[in-house]
């Protein structure tokens, strides 16, 4: 359904079905609205809902799912740490998550240090936003990722010496926000899959 000059809101019929779709890709419509607090879906579901028109905060899945993409959207607040009591923690949601991809929308606050609870992780982008505070120092457990995009917010503070560790990383873009700092050393050294490094329009030195 991606691509088919879809507009209006989801009907409510689609969440009493929606538990049993494996694959929910919207993307490429005029859909808008506030999509559900918790999103009812397949277990591993690939959930894609990007360059919309939706609005409100972030939703989460009521279990794991491998895709996420809310991109290119409405999207306001901050990226949630859990749905509330009754519903499991971020980190229990997003265990088997490996692209999220929250890119241009109107995210505000800091980036939630649950996010490295997504231990198979490959894809993240949370750039295009208002983010501000520093990267998470656990990011460096994220292991098997390969991209982070986090450019276009108001991130600051050093990138993190932890980043050593992400041995499979290609893709590292900083761009456009406020890092301070020296550049380090271990750049080239320790990230030996790296492929593209952007880090313009920042305040680094050295």
């Known amino acids: 359904m991606s691509n088919a000059s879809i507009s209006g809101f989801i009907p409510n019929w689609f969440w009493n079905i929606s538990s049993s779709i494996q694959e ?68 229990q949601i997003y265990s088997s998550l490996q692209i999220i991809d929250l890119s241009r929308n109107s995210l505000a606050a800091s980036i939630p240090s649950s996010i490295t609870n997504c ?50 990383l290609e893709i590292l873009d900083l761009s456009d926000n406020k890092f301070s700092g020296n550049i380090p050393a271990w750049i080239g050294a320790a990230l030996g899959n790296l492929r593209i490094l952007s880090l313009r329009s920042n305040s680094f030195s050295g």
């Open 119 to 168: 231990s198979y992780l490959t894809f993240l982008s949370l750039g295009e936003n208002n983010l501000s505070g520093t990267i998470p120092k656990s990011f460096g457990q994220l292991h098997w990722l390969q991209s982070i995009h986090l450019s276009n917010n108001h991130l600051s503070g050093e990138i993190p010496s932890s980043f050593q560790n992400l041995w499979n």
């Open 24 to 91: 929910i890709y919207l993307s490429f419509n005029n859909l808008e609205g506030h999509l559900p607090t918790q999103l009812n879906v397949y277990p591993r579901a690939f959930i894609d809902f990007s360059f919309n028109l939706f609005e409100g905060p972030i939703p989460l899945p009521n279990h794991g799912s491998n895709l996420l993409d809310l991109s290119n959207n409405k999207f306001s607040g901050p990226i949630p740490q859990s749905i509330n009591r009754n519903y499991p923690a971020f980190d």
